[in-house]
């Protein structure tokens, strides 16, 4: 699914209404936390992903920002990633993982979720559409650092 990603990554990006990507962008967030390679996940807002990822990812330890959804509905963008994260931390924090720092840690499967809360950290003030939603991922062994 993913074995050669590396920076931005465009052309998996559902759209649509928020109410219609909701099942088919649960199963893609999954596939990546199931996968196995994929052990640091982030999720969030841009408007231009290539900046974003050259300002808040490239040099501290992320492999790729995968765009997911796009939209032209500032509303609809982050309606879908406060969806995403409650999703994913109801389905992939359980009960006696980690949960009282960020990164949460699922303690069987062994891997990191970079969101408390969402944020919209990417967005530009007075930006022009389109919006997305992406998946920032790194390996296991990769050394996250903040910004």
């Not at 390679?37 to 992903?49: E, L, T």
């Not at 919209?120 to 050394?143: C, M, N, S, T």
């Amino acid at each position: 699914m993913s074995a050669a990603l590396q920076g931005v990554v465009y052309g998996r990006e559902r759209t649509g209404p928020e109410s219609s990507v909701r099942l088919q962008l649960q199963r893609v967030l999954g596939a990546y936390m199931r996968e196995g390679r994929w052990k640091h996940v982030k999720i969030g807002i841009a408007c231009d992903p290539e900046r974003r990822w050259r300002q808040a990812y490239r040099d501290y330890g992320w492999q790729a920002l995968v765009c997911v959804y796009c939209s032209n509905s500032w509303s609809s963008v982050g309606a879908v990633e406060d969806f995403l994260i409650k999703y994913a931390h109801a389905s992939f924090i359980g009960p006696g993982d980690d949960e009282a720092t960020v990164p949460l840690r699922n303690s069987q499967a062994g891997f990191y979720l970079y969101n408390e809360t969402s944020g919209g950290g990417g967005r530009v003030p007075d930006a022009d559409p389109p919006y997305y939603v992406y998946f920032a991922l790194a390996p296991l062994y990769a050394r996250i650092r903040k910004k």
